[in-house]
């Protein structure tokens, strides 16, 4: 292992091991805090499992010859502070169940990351007792009523982290990325295919090449943007008009409305008592069981729409973009050697347009970009034959 990959692991290994003293401190700080025994029993194993989790990364820091960790929190680990926080013990080991789905994120993370077969050994184990965790957090939670209540901007705190954690092992592409990849794709496909065509057809006379080409782009590219813009606007207004009957069945009927809304709940699988609780609390506030409605009705909510002139704009630049990669050779070219020249680069950009589709798929990149490599060659020699089989009965 090179010095700047160890120090890097080392480092690693450093982080997990001050987390889970930090854990340990924390959960000791809570069970010394509660008066019910069985509680308290229970976040004293916790604190244990901490401990030895630390145990563990301190061991494979030794084995690496690094030096021995030294922890720099506070004795109390986030007890204190979760508790002034958030408003008490209660509320404290909801975040620590926050954090709990946190860590396990983080540490499949570095499932992929870590490059050491003997950390990732330790991981695995790390992770199922962290799933234990959590579902023991989660039933201290529940075993005393009433549940306690999550202030609102700690819940949307929460939410943030854990999504900001979710993205940076699963990057997560804006709407326009989808709209951008399939816009050089449909480009890049259709002007290829007119390209090998017209070549075909005229022995790769450059002029015709590149009136054709040209002609296409620009078609394209308007023909893209404006289904885009439409596409998006129209998705919008169905939402619009779906929140606004949804409104109007709340105002005529409030209780039907949450009727409907609990039993959708109970269909998914959230038990009769949960189902309606929840739609109480939606209730509340009038805007939200609106909302609720409408994402039932047409499974989305309104933040995930695109937004029709972004949509239009990625749509027709990536379009116009992947269309002039075909016919930038016979610039510079003429004959059966612009041709060719024009079938590698078109083939090499299916290739990386391919591997791209990667950012918003779960395929890899390599199988993604061979496939869509594929599809050119056969698009371009397709055409390519039909061109001159038209060029030869037009010229008879």
Do not use: C
């Not at 290829?192 to 090449?209: K, Q």
């Not at 943007?225 to 779906?242: F, M, N, T, V």
């Amino acid at each position: 292992m090179a010095d700047s990959e160890k120090k890097k692991l080392l480092a690693a290994l450093d982080a997990n091991w001050q987390a889970e003293m930090e854990g340990h401190y924390t959960y000791s700080a809570l069970a010394r805090g509660e008066v019910e025994p069985q509680r308290r029993n229970a976040l004293r194993g916790l604190a244990a499992a901490e401990k030895h989790h630390a145990d563990l990364w301190a061991g494979r820091i030794e084995a690496l010859g690094g030096d021995a960790p030294r922890y720099t929190g506070s004795q109390s680990g986030l007890a204190d502070s979760l508790a002034t926080r958030v408003g008490g013990p209660d509320l404290a080991m909801r975040r620590l169940e926050i954090d709990e789905g946190r860590d396990i994120a983080k540490y499949g993370r570095q499932l992929k990351s870590l490059g050491d077969e003997p950390s990732i050994a330790i991981l695995k184990e790390v992770i199922a007792d962290e799933r234990e965790h959590y579902q023991t957090l989660s039933n201290l939670i529940r075993s005393r009523r009433p549940l306690p209540t999550v202030p609102a901007e700690q819940a949307q705190e929460a939410l943030d982290s854990l999504l900001n954690a979710r993205k940076e092992g699963h990057p997560e592409a804006a709407g326009w990325v989808g709209d951008a990849i399939y816009g050089v794709n449909d480009g890049l496909g259709s002007i290829f295919g007119i390209v090998s065509g017209v070549s075909g057809a005229t022995l790769g006379n450059s002029h015709f090449v590149l009136i054709a080409g040209l002609a296409g782009m620009v078609a394209s590219a308007l023909s893209m943007g404006s289904g885009a813009y439409l596409a998006a606007k129209s998705q919008r207004e169905i939402y619009e008009a779906e929140f606004a009957r949804e409104r109007e069945a709340v105002e005529d009927n409030e209780a039907e409305a949450r009727e409907v809304l609990s039993l959708s709940y109970q269909i998914r699988g959230l038990p009769e008592e949960d189902a309606e609780r929840f739609v109480h609390h939606l209730s509340k506030n009038k805007e939200h069981l609106i909302s609720a409605l409408a994402r039932e009705r047409l499974n989305t909510s309104e933040e995930a729409l695109s937004k029709p002139l972004v949509s239009a704009l990625s749509g027709a630049f990536s379009t116009a973009l992947g269309a002039f990669i075909p016919i930038i050779p016979f610039f510079f070219m003429a004959g059966i050697r612009a041709v060719i020249v024009a079938a590698v680069v078109s083939l090499i950009a299916h290739f990386v347009v391919g591997a791209s589709k990667s950012l918003v798929t779960i395929r890899p990149w390599w199988s993604s970009g061979l496939e869509m490599t594929v599809v050119g060659a056969i698009e371009g020699i397709v055409t390519y034959v039909i061109g001159m089989g038209l060029g030869r009965i037009g010229g008879g």
